[in-house]
Each structure stands twice: as structure tokens, then as C-alpha cells.
């Protein structure tokens, strides 16, 4: 066999374009000298390389994104200043919706439909709950839409993109704090005797809202890239996630229905961030509460740390699938933006 | 010399998806259409290159360059075969950096460095360097939107090309530079393959494929099709003369003037 006619049936194997030749002569007229000529001006020096061949395509998941710290610093602060760019308020904004949604919610409920009876502190028992929802919704939210609105990062650049979820949740997290810094200060200011189970409490229902919202954001990130569908599915979740959480109403309300409605009570009682409100509850509202003859019905589910637990062990569980399902599909990434 | 890529059996498979909504696909299968179509845009490649050498990379668009670039890069994952890479990868990939384009251009210069691997204060001390090369001047706190593509590209490239990488990939970056612009940017890249650096050089310019590179890499259709290092007698001429002139012979008698005078 010639080697011309080798190349030829290596050619017909790799089903070579028919007008190949004439095309790459078209270009090459065209370009000939389309870029200037540097020649090289001395001989190569041999270069030392102090590493290990490994795989470009970063495999480290979460755990590369929290040891990349200053490009997580430079995303979240992208994140905030693409936010505001050019909005009059600024971050006043993070302000203004919860204290809205607060004073709505705190009228309608507390005073037309009389939810506050029988609650006292029912400000802080309220706003409790607006700031765990505010917090789970932004991370939710923005984690979900994180990877597609970064599509020209993800497009070019190698990084582990848990990053963009990660940093939506920090983003959120800095919105929320001065909102937990307000509730603090009403707090102290209406009595706050710390015990050690409300500070237990707090832990614990901070750990369930951060590992759940997380493992959400990374979930619904990779799938918003498949189908845009996803973003508007948790805008409408979040939507009622306000009613589904015992902020403007009293948990007793929902424990006077257990026995009549077991299955109910439990799907309720299954939703992670219900559990979180909660647990805050036990380390914001009911410390500040002296006279617990006040309280009507019962304020906490009797099986409160245990479900706690079992919770945060799901949720942690659920963020570890979460990661496995993002690391499965990040390699179609970019070329699905 | 050690290995500084290593590239086995890569196979690349993208999907078209024709129909995105439930309705679309609905119709497509009462008619019997095709929902989607698999696609390899690289198609079992290997090949290995030394720490210091200059490849440069040929063939017609859509022959899955920019793919193979991606995934040296890390960008992308191949689906079946190894990729693995040595030191720190810099460059530039389908003309233009990632950057985004609400932000000026010295936070998109920060956030770049940073994903290339340059710390704060590595990047703070080069700051002055990549300005000077990308030579933007008052730009810098512009948001990158309203930059021109010539300036997008010039700050895209001067920051990779400060990364001070053990690899470089350079994709038909330059396409749209100014030729004086251009030039300043093969005398830097000249400038870092004498450093040792490994060069990946996208080009459809021969003239600059020969003063570049000492290896050409012909892709076509996703195949590695002519490798100069592998082939008996290979070399870059060789690689350009391939891509140039191999099926003259069976084309068809219809090699008209016009194309003639093409050439």
C-alpha cells in the first residue's frame, strides 16, 4: 500500500469535509498575512515545572471553593456591586422589603386576623421568621439563577463553579445580618435571658437553614441550567413559604391540629426551614418571654431536638447528594449556557 | 524535559437540542422529527507534548479547536479519554476573556487574574505591567460593555500573558487587534516561549504558525489528523503544506478560475 493511499482511507474513516482542501486555501489567501511575523529572538531556556501532572477540570467540589477564598472574596463582592449598580438605595434595599413584608404581615395578621393573641413579643415571634425566610429565599433564589448569570465566567474560565451558588448564599448572608443585628437589639432591649438550650437552639436551627439552603442552591443551579423552567418554580415556591412556617401565627395553631390531621402535621413539620423558625424561635423569642403563663398552648413541638437532629443529618445528607448531582453534570456546563 | 500535557483518546460529544419547550418536543415526536442529535466535535485524540514546546494548532472552522482548547483548559470535561496538564494554565479561549460586563475593566482584571492563580498581591504588582500592555488608559474604570472588541481583546490577552503560566493558550485571540497591536503581541508571546513556556497557538495564518511554532497539530472534523511530531518526516511546513494542498489531486476538474485566482 502507498502511503498516499493510506492517507486516503484514514481520510474516508475520519469523514474529512469533500471541499476541505478548497476551503483552507480560501482561507489562507485570506489570511496569509493577516498576523504580523515575530521570529523568535534567541534560544529557549528549559523551564522547571514544580508540579504533578494532574486533571485541568477542578474535581475539588465545595472543598476547592473555600480553599480558592480570595476568588470567592472577588465573586461576592462582584455579586453586591453588580446588584446595586446603579439603584439610588443601594444596600438600603435589603432593609426595606423585610421591614415592608413586616409591617404588612404584622398589621393584617396581628391586628385584622387577630394572630397575636395569645403571643406575646409577637413582633420579634414575626420577625424571627421573616428574617430565616428572607435568608433561605435569597440563597435559594440567587443560587438558582448563580451559574446562568455568570454564563461569560463559566463560559471561559476553569474554576470550581460550586463557587457561584456559595457565593450567592454569603451574598444573602450579608444582607441578613444587619437584619439579625435589628432583631438582636430588640431583643436585648425587651429583656433577653440567654439559657444554654436557646443558644443549642439557635445553633442548631442556623446549621439546618445553612446546610439546607445550601444543598437547594446547588441543586437548582445545575438544573437552571437545563431548564430555565427551574428559577420560576422556587420564585413560586418562595412565594407561600411565608404561610408555611410559623411566624405569623403561633405553633400551637398547628399542634392543636396534629391528631386530626397526623399526615398534615407531619408534612409541615418535614420542611426543614419550618424547623429553623422554630429553633430561632426558642433562642430569640421565648427568652425574652418572663412569665411563661402568658403563653397559650404549646409553643414548641415536644419532639423539637430530636427532629432538629434527624433534620440536620438530612439536610447534610441532601447537600452531599446536592454536590454529587453538580459535579455529575458540571462538564455539559458550558456548553449549555 | 518533562510532560507538560497529556492528552489520551479525548473524545468530546456535544448534544443539539432542536425542540426546548414541552410543546416543541410534543409536535417533534408526532411528527417524527429528531429531538436531538449527538455531535463529536473532538473524536479520539491523543498526543503528548514536552514542558517548553510551541504547538500550534490548524484546521478549518469547526474542526474542534476551540473543544480541544476548552478542555486543556479545564472548562470543559472530555467524555471519554485523559486529559492531564502540569503548572499553571493561562490564556485565552474563542477570541476573548471571560470577562463580565457590568464591571470596569480593573475589577474584571482582578477577578481574571484571580481565576488564573495570581494572588492579591502578585496581581498588585503586576497591575501596572497589564495596564501598560493592554494600553487602555482612561478605560480602566469603564464597565468592559461599552469597550470595543480591539480593547476587550487587548486587556483579555495582557492578563493572561502576565500570568506568568507553565502553559499557554492563545485561540485566534488576536483576530481582532490592530496589526501594531499584534505584532506587540507575538513579540511577548516569542518573548515567553523563550522562557520555557508551553505555547498552544490557534492560528489560520501560516506565516505566523512557522515563526511560532516547532509542532503543528492538524484537527479535521474532530480528528487528529496530521501530527508533525508523529508523522514520518512531519514538520510545520508540513503540517501547513497538509492542510493546503492534500486532496488537490482528486478534486474535481471544476477547479475553476475563480478559485485559481484565489490563490
Known sequence: ?337 | MSVSILVENVTKEFTMQYHRTLKQMAVASVKRLPLQEQFLAVNGVSFTVEQGESVGLMGLNGSGKSTLLKLINGVMKPDKGSILTRGRIAGLIATGAGFHPQLTGRENLYLNAAIMGMSEAETKRKFDAIVDFADIGKFMDTPVSHYSSGMYARLGFSIAIHVDADIFLADEVLAVGDRPFKKKCMAKMQEIRQQGTTIFYVSHAAASVRAMCDRVLVLESGHLNYDSKIVEGGSVEGGIHYLEYDDADDEEVTSDEELGADI
Open chain 1, 1 to 337: 500500500m502507498k502511503a498516499a493511499d493510506k492517507r486516503e482511507s484514514q481520510l474516508v474513516e475520519a469523514d474529512r469535509r469533500p471541499n476541505a482542501a478548497k476551503r483552507a486555501r480560501r482561507l489562507l489567501a485570506n489570511n496569509a498575512d493577516a498576523m504580523p511575523v515575530v521570529e523568535a529572538a534567541g534560544p529557549t531556556q528549559a523551564r522547571e515545572v514544580q508540579a504533578e501532572l494532574v486533571d485541568p477540570s477542578p474535581r475539588g467540589g465545595l472543598l476547592e471553593v473555600f480553599q480558592q477564598r480570595y476568588v470567592l472574596k472577588l465573586i461576592v463582592s462582584r455579586q453586591l456591586a453588580q446588584m446595586y449598580a446603579a439603584s439610588l438605595l443601594g444596600l438600603a434595599w435589603s432593609y426595606v422589603q423585610p421591614a415592608m413584608r413586616f409591617g404588612v404581615y404584622y398589621v393584617v395578621m396581628g391586628f385584622i386576623l387577630n394572630l397575636h393573641e395569645g403571643v406575646p413579643f409577637f413582633a420579634i415571634h414575626l420577625f424571627t421568621g421573616i428574617v430565616v425566610v428572607h435568608y433561605f429565599g435569597e440563597t435559594w433564589n440567587g443560587g438558582t439563577r448563580s451559574i446562568w448569570g455568570n454564563k461569560a465566567l463559566v463560559q471561559k474560565m476553569r474554576m470550581p463553579r460550586e463557587i457561584f451558588p456559595v457565593a450567592s448564599m454569603l451574598v444573602a448572608a450579608y444582607h441578613t445580618l444587619p437584619q439579625i443585628l435589628v432583631l438582636t437589639l430588640f431583643c436585648v432591649l425587651a429583656g433577653w435571658h440567654l439559657t444554654w438550650g436557646a443558644v443549642a437552639a439557635g445553633l442548631l436551627g442556623m446549621l439546618i437553614l445553612v446546610t439546607f439552603a445550601l444543598a437547594l442552591a446547588l441543586f437548582f443551579s445545575a438544573l437552571n441550567v437545563f431548564f430555565r423552567d427551574f428559577q420560576n418554580i422556587v420564585q413560586t415556591i418562595m412565594q407561600f413559604m411565608h404561610f408555611l412556617v410559623p411566624m405569623m401565627y403561633p405553633f400551637s395553631r398547628v399542634w392543636s391540629q396534629h391528631e386530626a390531621h397526623p399526615i398534615l402535621y407531619n408534612l409541615y413539620m418535614a420542611n426543614p426551614v419550618a424547623q429553623s423558625v422554630i429553633l430561632l424561635q426558642r433562642f430569640f423569642w421565648r427568652p425574652i418571654i418572663d412569665d411563661p403563663s402568658t403563653l397559650r398552648g404549646r409553643q414548641f413541638p415536644p419532639d423539637m431536638w430530636e427532629r432538629g437532629l434527624i433534620t440536620l443529618v438530612v439536610c447534610l445528607v441532601l447537600l452531599y447528594l446536592a454536590q454529587r448531582f453538580f459535579s455529575r453534570v458540571e462538564g455539559k456546563f458550558p456548553e449549555r449556557l
